[in-house]
């Protein structure tokens, strides 16, 4: 690294005064400087890293996980039937709310701190640090999903280790977190923002959520392909749209 | 001044929230290499101003240069060659002061091989080099800004931002900051620091503003202003703002 | 505020056509069309109930080109008409949900059931009220409006999922919209053709209604941002 980086073919034009604005020459692409993936690994990593050394989100979504699954179970006295039906809409309503939680932190903590300034600072492309943040946001209710997938199938009594289902699971979370992680960098600027997450995000997210729990329930009863399948083409198509959302999108909410 | 020599060049910059004009038609050069303190009094847009310079606020209007890039559209190239340090340690209180560094190292896309070496390097530089393992969360005030200013020198910016880098310090971690910011400065580096203790921003710096009605209200040489008038040349300057 | 007399004559005219126009459409709709075979009598509240989801979809699809082209130009302007769309869209998406009732509870003898077109009408309401919601959580108005513009387009979602819901799950129990099946039993082209009729009719009359209700949103708007700069420009010379 030099220096003062010599921007060679913008001195002529800075001379040239101020009222050339090379930047808007035709065609030019701004690269940023960082590699996206790099900077998209470097995020998640941070965030995976301070996690594993705190703690904090983990063990609070977790321990809520086991309160809700309790709560459910206890006022929900079903028998193996019910269980069978009930069981995928358990999970789902378990995944959204946990993930509420680490949602809500996730971003806070860095805007407080002021370490979201720090990331903005640096040469990346903002969708980047959104990927980062997403992909950090993801593993952890990805591990709430894992853990609630075996809590089920012991207290429900339901094989939920299927193939299928985990699938299911990856894309209905991939919606999720993504609208979710997108969502989250705007209710931290609200006030009551705690309140604002869930109001802005739940609509948003319903239709992926809907769809998982249908696409779950057909999958756990071993009905045939054409009752799970079109319900796994809206999540792919939803996660798509959120994903191009929060690429093209990003950008705007992070700068002031 | 030619152009080449003006690392950084604002011109008529105004900066609105709603309907409160913060920044009305700023104008200011800064030539490579010069140490600049920017006065003036709470609210007058200095950590706005500093802000946009950092390609984190946009200018309602007015044109920003920075080594020639130019603001917003050229963003990233600015970020790559500027060092910001605030009154907000901007850490990760939870990862260890290495970890910080090597995580902004990436960030700043500093090659692999010279990572590890120039998160050391800078560690030793503001002295916290046999704390490095230790994780942020434990260090005073004094050792978060000096970590801080780690981060900030990391990967060799040519231009460096410093609003209000002593809150909260005591004197002696005041002391050790006014040592590394005078080293820091050294070497062709461009400062901007905000300050409110007006002695200190006087001996640091080559030359010395006063931001008052969201404008460059004084601008001089430091060698051109007595140090013990300055207090009431700051009164006169930003005092007129405040009883208008 | 001034605007042009021309465009306001313009308002005004259409002001006045739309509702001739709302009035001609429940004459066709309560008297010119028969009754439909199966549903009888109930059917006739249908006209209103399409007409006023086309006028929510035109709305918030207006909302995302608010959305994009304030993003691109940061004129409030298009704020202030994102905004108009999505208030006039909310109240057009109540009447669907509200008609929609109303003809539920003779037919299908209940007042709501979650079948998946009901239940994707209601989520798009509640994304729309949530935009509003949001607003009014975020106190800097560049912030605001930029927020509001995101998640205008964001929300917009939810409206394309009361599209696709219907190829996902043809099972449902809502009537496909206007097709054969609701033709007279004696299979009469006059009749058929009536219904068609005063069914386009009725989507032209909403889409003319939106369009006017937006325009007096938008002005609306314009003069409560006009008082409240006034308020704070006398406020400072006090
Ligand atoms: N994000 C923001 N939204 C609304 N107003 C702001 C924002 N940031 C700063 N301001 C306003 O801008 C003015 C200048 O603030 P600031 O730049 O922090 O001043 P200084 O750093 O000189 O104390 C203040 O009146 C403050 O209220
Ligand atoms: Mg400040």
Redesign the pocket.
Do not use: C, I
């Given at each position: 690294m030099s220096a003062n980086p010599e921007p060679t073919t913008h001195a002529v034009s800075a001379a040239e005064g101020a009222i050339a604005r090379p930047a808007r020459r035709a065609g030019r692409r701004h690269r940023p400087l960082t590699p996206f993936w790099r900077a998209v690994g470097a995020v998640a990593w941070k965030d995976l890293r301070a996690e594993m050394r705190s703690r904090e989100l983990i063990n609070s979504m977790v321990l809520f996980t086991f309160m809700t699954v309790m709560v459910f179970s206890l006022a929900l006295e079903l028998d193996k039937e019910a269980r069978q039906t009930t069981v995928a809409g358990v999970l789902w309503v378990t995944i959204v709310f946990a993930g509420l939680i680490g949602l809500g932190r996730s971003l806070a903590a860095e805007k407080d701190r002021g370490s979201l300034d720090a990331l903005l600072l640096t040469p990346i492309d903002r969708s980047a640090l959104f990927f980062g943040k997403m992909i950090g946001n993801l593993l952890f209710v990805l591990v709430i999903a894992l853990v609630l997938l075996a809590l089920l199938t012991v207290l429900f009594n339901v094989t939920l280790l299927k193939p299928l289902l985990i699938v299911v699971m990856v894309l209905g979370t991939v919606g999720f977190t993504t609208a979710g992680t997108l969502l989250s960098s705007m209710s931290v600027h609200a006030r009551a923002r705690e309140a604002m997450l869930p109001i802005i995000l739940m609509p948003v997210v319903l239709p992926v959520l809907i769809s998982a729990v249908r696409a779950s329930v057909a999958i756990l009863e071993g009905l045939p392909r054409d009752d799970w399948f079109p319900w796994i083409q809206l999540l792919v198509v939803a996660d798509a749209i959120f994903l191009a959302a929060g690429y093209g999108l990003f950008d705007y909410v992070v700068e002031? | 001044m030619s152009a080449a020599e003006r690392t950084i060049e604002v011109r008529a910059l105004t900066?609105t929230?709603?309907l409160?004009p913060?920044l009305r038609g700023l104008d200011l050069d800064v030539p490579r290499g010069e140490f600049l303190t920017l006065l003036?009094?709470?609210?007058?847009?200095?950590?706005?101003?500093?802000?946009i310079l950092g390609a984190l606020?946009r200018p309602t209007s007015g044109t920003v240069r920075i080594g020639g890039w130019e603001l917003p559209d050229e963003a990233e190239f600015v970020r790559a060659q500027l060092g910001v340090v605030s009154h907000l340690p901007l850490l990760y209180d939870t990862l260890t002061a290495e970890e910080n560094l090597l995580f902004f190292a990436r960030m700043y896309n500093l090659p692999r091989e010279a990572r590890r070496e120039r998160v050391d390097t800078v560690l030793r530089r503001v002295g916290l080099a046999r704390r490095a393992r230790d994780v942020v969360a434990t260090y005073s005030r004094g050792m978060q800004q000096r970590l801080a200013i780690a981060r900030a020198i990391l990967h060799d910016p040519a231009v460096l931002l410093l609003?209000?880098p002593y809150t909260g310090l005591d004197q002696d971690a005041a002391a050790l900051l006014d040592e590394l910011l005078r080293e820091v400065a050294i070497g062709g580096r461009t400062v901007i620091m905000?300050t409110h203790d007006l002695r200190r921003g006087h001996a640091l710096a080559d030359r010395i503003a006063i931001?008052s009605r969201g404008k460059i209200a004084f601008d001089a040489p430091c060698r051109d202003v007595n140090p013990d008038a300055l207090p009431a040349l700051y009164a006169d300057t930003t005092g007129a703002a405040t009883t208008r | 505020m001034t605007y042009s007399d021309s465009r306001t004559r313009l308002l005004r005219g259409l002001t006045i056509a739309a509702v001739v126009l709302f009035v001609i459409g429940l004459y066709l709709a309560l008297f010119w069309v028969g009754p439909e075979r199966q549903q009888g009598a109930a059917q006739r509240i249908f006209y209103v109930h399409l007409g006023s989801f086309l006028g929510s979809f035109i709305a918030f699809g207006a909302a995302v080109v608010a959305g994009i082209a304030y993003l691109r130009t940061r004129n409030p302007r298009w704020d202030t008409f994102g905004l108009a769309n999505v208030e006039v869209g909310l109240g057009m998406a109540a009447i669907t949900i509200v008609t929609g009732m109303t003809w539920a509870r003779p037919i299908w003898n209940t007042w709501w059931t979650w079948d998946p077109r009901l239940t994707s009408v209601a989520i798009m309401w509640l994304a729309y009220a949530a935009y509003l919601m949001l607003r009014s959580g975020i106190?800097?108005p560049?912030?605001r409006q930029r927020f509001a513009a995101v998640y205008g387009i964001i929300a917009f979602a939810s409206v394309l999922f009361t599209i696709i819901i219907i190829r996902v799950r043809p099972d449902t129990i809502h009537p496909v919209v206007a097709g054969p099946t609701q033709a007279d039993p004696t299979g009469s082209f006059e009749v058929a053709g009536r219904i068609r009729d005063t069914l386009f009719f009725n989507l032209f009359t909403f889409a003319v209604i939106t369009v006017v209700l937006v325009w007096h949103r938008i002005r609306l708007e314009n003069l409560i941002q006009h008082v409240m700069r006034r308020k704070l420009e006398v406020l400072s010379e006090l």
């Open positions: 002031e | 900066k929230f709603g409160n913060v003036g009094p709470n609210g007058s847009g200095k950590t706005t101003l500093l802000r606020a609003d209000e905000t931001l | 106190e800097d560049e912030r």
